[in-house]
């Protein structure tokens, strides 16, 4: 008995040394992977203008003004604000803010006011709304040269680029250099998605590229610069083009894209503010997670499954703080992303819009309010300015699936990348 203890205890080390060698193993290369990984981001533009001491000594003699937010740090995560206080002194005079404002934090269409940061001692200024004030101050300041740093995400709906695109054309008669630090494309250079029908341009809808366009921020604005009467004199600092989600650390530029995930899926779930079915707003699972009272989870679970290679979904209820369906109960799925390179995010949406179209009886698309719909009394919903088209909709009304789109751009006359100068 004591010799057969003694076997299996033997035993029993051996095997506990091996499984914990290859546990430690396994670990370790684990350990080694992560650390090859890239944990900063990609060269930055405004990381570029910071080396530059002679931009930065001609910058230092002038009046600057800087569109940004809090969420635009530079390659070592310092706010690009606080880089430029201590490069420039007192030659920065002012920040200009896009919608969520100056800490890239506030919801969603609410507006922003003017402020001022005591730390750079410096006002704040809101270019969100119907606020022109920022023209006076421009022109009373004598203001020569507007810095731009802001974290696009890739879609058009996005309002960023858009925000400063209506910049442009207000300052167009001033005297006025514009210089854009420029910032990878977290979607990548693939262009998805329609054309922009001129009927429902806005600011969500407002630069003639597609949905999905594929192009950093300097390259829309040197592009858009180039169709004004009066193009500004608009220099692009430029960033590494080429970006690897998750390999480094996703600052939010505003508060419901707080990961990777959510920004990877944003050109399908964003599709949702179209209709009466949550996207996760006002959870702790935005722009990764469906759901709405009443729908049948699970059955949308197994169409996920069943349909996308690229993403899993698992069941979920989730009763939302704020947005649409605030304290509503709803059954729903959250969206994990097993394989980011096979993600065609924006078909994914559209198949999730026809299924809940023949699945959800609930299924109603957004109305636009009477007082942003002016067209002789038609009835207009979200979805097409969403999606800068009525085509979508109608096709998924009609059954159709809706995937062929126009040609994205007309390289012979419309190369983007041919309007950027370094």
């Known amino acids: 008995m004591g010799s057969l203890c003694g076997f299996l205890i033997r035993e029993m080390r051996t095997k506990f040394t091996f499984s914990t060698w ?4 396994f670990q370790n290369e684990t350990i080694q992977t992560k650390a090859r990984m890239p944990q900063i981001p990609p060269p ?3 990381d570029s203008l910071l080396k530059n001491e002679t931009l930065l000594k001609s910058l230092s003699k002038k009046n600057v003004g800087l569109i ?3 969420s635009s740090l530079t390659q070592d995560y310092i706010p690009s604000a606080y880089a430029l206080r201590k490069k420039l002194g007192a030659a920065l005079k002012c920040i200009f803010v896009p919608e969520h404002g100056w800490s890239g934090l506030i919801g969603e269409g609410i507006g922003i006011t003017d402020g001022f940061d005591p730390h750079l001692e410096l006002p704040i200024l809101s270019l969100y709304g119907k606020n022109k004030k920022f023209v006076p101050f ?6 020569d040269v507007i ?6 995400i890739g879609l058009r709906c996005y309002t960023y680029i858009a925000t400063c695109a209506k910049f442009l054309e207000a300052c167009a008669e001033l005297p006025l250099e514009i210089i854009v630090c420029d910032r990878p494309n977290p979607l990548g250079s693939q262009q998805k998605g329609p054309l922009l029908d001129p009927d429902f341009r806005s600011l969500l809808a407002y630069l003639d590229v597609p949905f999905q366009h594929g192009q950093t921020i300097g390259q829309l604005l040197s592009a858009f610069n180039q169709t004004m009467g009066k193009p500004l ?3 692009v600092l430029p960033c590494q083009p080429v970006h690897h989600p998750y390999h480094y650390p996703w600052t939010p530029p505003s508060p419901n894209l707080p990961s990777w995930e959510s920004v990877l899926l944003y050109p399908a779930l964003v599709l949702l503010e179209g209709i009466n079915v949550s996207e996760g707003r006002g959870t702790t699972l935005p722009f990764t997670s469906i759901g709405a009272p009443g729908l049948d989870h699970y059955r949308l679970v197994d169409f996920l499954n069943v349909t996308q290679s690229s993403v899993r979904a698992r069941p979920i209820t989730f009763t939302p ?5 605030k304290n509503i109960e709803c059954q729903g799925a959250h969206l994990l992303v097993q394989d980011p390179s096979s993600l065609n995010a924006l078909s994914l949406g559209i198949n999730i819009l026809r299924f809940l179209k023949e699945n959800y009886a609930s299924f109603s698309w957004e109305k636009m309010s009477s007082s942003s719909a002016s067209l002789q009394g038609k009835e207009r919903y979200f979805i097409d300015y969403l999606l800068g088209t009525a085509s979508v909709r109608e096709s998924i009304d009609q059954g159709v699936i809706p995937l062929a789109f126009p040609p994205p751009l007309d390289t012979k006359g419309h190369d983007l990348l041919q309007h950027i100068s370094v």
Request: zero cysteines; glycine letters at 6%; proline letters at 3%.
């Open 147 to 152: 810095l731009i740093d802001l974290q696009d």
């Open 321 to 325: 703080q704020s947005g649409k369906l």
């Open 22 to 25: 290859i546990s430690i193993s």
């Open 138 to 143: 421009i022109i009373d300041n004598t203001i």
């Open 68 to 70: 940004t937010n809090q």
């Open 44 to 46: 930055l533009g405004i």
């Open 233 to 235: 004199p608009l220099t």
